[in-house]
């Protein structure tokens, strides 16, 4: 394309794109003002009306998110159809609803990501703009069947992961490559695996997957949302911006200590207490646990009634306590069970004693009116309430876990390890929180307290409809007075429990708020991060979540820092999806230099010789270097200040105890562009994955990478340049 070609070329892209984006503030300004007419609208009932808000707030949050980068590329066939690509689809309402703008994730799009020179898929170029806010600045095309045709497309992949690092992960969205796109648009109903060393992108395909699956599966899937877990919060914050940017934001996001609506726990616990946790032997030790409140008593419990003194004997207690556990309840719903049977031995003691020599069983009123005296009075009774929890205790999870964890006695009685002991049992950790998540099915609810707030759900709800009838009434008293309009509205309220309804408060909160709040909330899919590190208990958690067990699962073997994590895939997905899972590898690294690449394969080769290192796709023409100092503060400062100067981000990564570091395992899954590694033999003599996590602090680096070391440089180190 001669020079003058060129700029009618992007003049003529800039009018199509400037275009585009006339659509979508028309679309906006549509949408909102939709939005505002519905908020104040009267027709339907509120749950339509609250449907209708929810519905168009989604809409009005999607057409928002996409505004940077809205058309990434064109696509030209042979038969000369032209096809623009972008974040989400526009439609000319004009013209037959013709697409002025193709989604990505749209099959008629696919060659865009998939067509090559061998393979052109009918297509005769392929163009990338290159674009800032909502102009565009250039482009690039690939001319399929042209020789060399392939380079100019690589360039566009090349510039995208040279590009300076910002606050967050970037959509790939325009640079998405063949074997990323067949894992993106992969059809498998059950659990897909997606394996992949460090750079290789397979975060961020599995987020543009759970976007491609909301665009084919959307009526199914965003009543329920999706589920993504990652290792820690500064990961979820990095990838945080990816899903909305391609306009999905009924996402949650969560850490495996976020588990319990309404903690947030962070703490950890040391690696004999991670690996004991974790395993699913721990559900033998809560159900003991459980089993150890249900006591009998030591000596009989005397209840003082007004008539009469009972007791609650250890024969009384093992009987109800036997029914109650036949019953297969929970163990705060049993309590009904324990609590009739313990009921109806003592008032039937009781009314025997009331009525020696005068009462027999066949003057049956005057029976039934003594056992209704009587259960009223062991219904007031304070003294029966305090033997039924010594007995037979309401217990939450919390309180249940932190007792016996703070307890040798406990401890024991439930076969667990000491190890588990410590001082301050409600001092949560990560890993107690699939266990206390376990006891909220082992427990169930306290029924009384639910009975009593649906008693006072329905005493309002009667309250409300009273108002209502008094309103009724009182336009039927004042109609003389009405004016027409007033009457013919007052007309329309038909019934009473309509005008109720427009008192009731339905919840307004969004997707996300209501999921995250809510323990026994169901996603249609689950992607979890970092997988390799979950333990057996947070895959209860998961398949619990997910009941129609669609997962993406994301991660590397060879980066397992937990004890209690996965040494295999099978070993963690048998037993929930036998024969439902695939697996699909990445094998290319888009992120690390092959001259940072090498230093890790290094330390990889030592502790993993079975894995092969991802093949990077680029070379930096930087090496990383070693310097061994005597001053890990001033080495660090330096570092720093010189990195201050330079466009993008860094890190400066240590073992616990370095001043101005942070641990490998708070940047798993993050990316800099300058890596700083102090004291890598620490990092390997820390714990037994010592060596998984120098693997991880070196691959953390797109461009410079440099180590400190005050003594010698562990021996897989040793090619890196000395500075």
Not at 260 to 266: A, N, S
Not at 461 to 477: C, F, I, N, R
Not at 513 to 523: I, K, L, Q, V
Not at 567 to 595: D, I
Request: charged fraction near 30%.
């Amino acid at each position: 394309m001669s020079t003058q070609g060129h700029e009618e070329e992007l003049l003529s892209e800039r009018e199509y794109v400037a275009g585009l984006y006339a659509r979508l503030d028309a679309e906006r300004a549509r949408v909102k003002g939709e939005y505002q007419a519905a908020l104040g609208g009267t027709g339907g009932t509120a749950m339509e009306r609250d449907v209708e808000v929810r519905a168009l707030a989604r809409e009005s949050r999607r057409l928002d998110v996409v505004d940077n980068g809205l058309c990434f590329g064109r696509l030209d066939s042979v038969a000369g159809e032209t096809s623009h690509i972008g974040r989400i689809g526009l439609f000319d309402e004009k013209n037959d609803y013709e697409p002025v703008l193709l989604d990505w994730r749209a099959p008629a799009a696919r060659p865009f990501y998939t067509a090559t020179g061998a393979t052109p898929e009918k297509m005769r170029r392929r163009r990338q703009f290159h674009t800032r806010g909502r102009e565009v600045l250039g482009f690039t095309d690939e001319v399929f069947g042209r020789p060399g045709g392939d380079v100019e497309g690589d360039a566009a992949l090349l510039a995208a992961v040279n590009a300076p690092r910002g606050d967050g992960m970037r959509d790939i969205v325009a640079t998405i490559q063949a074997e990323q796109d067949e894992i993106i648009r992969h059809e498998h109903p059950g659990v897909l695996v997606i394996e992949g060393g460090p750079g290789t992108g397979k975060t961020v395909v599995a987020l543009h997957r759970v976007a491609y699956l909301l665009y084919t599966q959307r009526e199914r899937m965003e009543r329920h949302g999706v589920l993504v877990v990652g290792p820690n919060p500064a990961f979820l914050h990095h990838i945080g911006r990816v899903l909305p940017s391609l306009g999905e934001t009924d996402v949650v996001f969560m850490t495996t200590g976020d588990f319990v609506p309404g903690k947030h726990v962070t703490a950890e616990d040391g690696p004999e207490a991670v690996r004991l946790k974790g395993s699913l032997k721990m559900l033998d030790v809560l159900a003991a646990a459980v089993a150890d409140r249900q006591s009998l008593p030591a000596e009989p419990l005397p209840v003082d009634l007004s008539d009469v003194t009972v007791r609650i004997d250890a024969e009384t207690a093992e009987w109800a306590r036997e029914e109650a556990r036949k019953s297969g309840l929970p163990h705060n719903e049993a309590r009904a069970v324990f609590t009739d049977i313990v009921t109806y031995v003592l008032t039937e003691r009781a009314i025997a004693r009331i009525g020696r020599g005068w009462l027999s069983r066949d003057d049956r009123d005057e029976w039934e009116r003594l056992r209704k005296d009587l259960l009223k009075e062991l219904a007031e009774s304070e003294t029966f309430t305090a033997a039924l929890d010594a007995l037979w205790p309401i217990l939450t999870p919390e309180s249940l876990l932190g007792s016996l964890l703070a307890s040798p006695e406990r401890l024991r009685a439930a076969g667990a390890d000491q190890a588990l002991l410590r001082a301050d049992g409600e001092a949560w950790t990560v890993s107690d929180t699939p266990l206390l998540d376990e006891l909220v099915d082992l427990l169930g609810r306290d029924t009384a307290a639910e009975k009593a707030a649906e008693a006072a759900v329905a005493r309002e709800k009667k309250a409300e409809a009273e108002y209502a009838e008094g309103v009724l009434d009182t336009m039927k008293l004042d109609r003389e007075e009405m004016d027409e309009d007033v009457l013919l509205s007052a007309e329309n309220l038909l019934f009473a429990d309509e005008l109720a309804d427009r008192f009731v408060e339905h919840d307004t909160r969004s997707l996300v708020e209501r999921a995250s709040a809510d323990r026994d909330w169901t996603y249609r899919h689950v992607v979890v991060d970092e997988a390799q590190e979950l333990s057996e208990m947070d895959w209860r958690v998961l398949m619990r979540r997910a009941p129609n067990r669609s997962f993406t699962v994301v991660g590397d073997l060879a980066q397992r820092r937990s004890e209690a994590g996965a040494r295999s895939w099978g070993s963690m997905l048998e037993p929930y999806v036998p024969g439902r899972w695939v697996y699909r590898s990445l094998t290319v690294n888009y992120r690390t230099p092959a001259e940072i690449m090498a230093v890790a394969a290094a330390v990889l080769a030592e502790f993993a010789p079975e894995v092969r290192a991802p093949d990077s796709v680029r070379s930096s023409g930087v090496l990383p270097w070693a310097r061994q100092v005597d001053s890990w503060a001033a080495a660090i400062e330096e570092f720093v200040k010189d990195e201050a100067g330079r466009e993008g981000t860094s890190v400066v990564i240590g073992p616990p105890g370095v001043p101005g570091t942070v641990p490998a395992s708070e940047t798993k899954g993050l990316e800099f562009d300058a890596v700083l590694v102090v004291d890598p033999a620490r990092i390997l003599a820390d714990g037994p994955r010592g060596a998984a996590e120098l693997y991880v602090a070196l691959t953390r680096a797109t461009q410079r990478l440099g180590v400190l070391h005050d003594g010698p440089l562990p021996p897989a180190l040793a090619a890196l340049d000395r500075d």
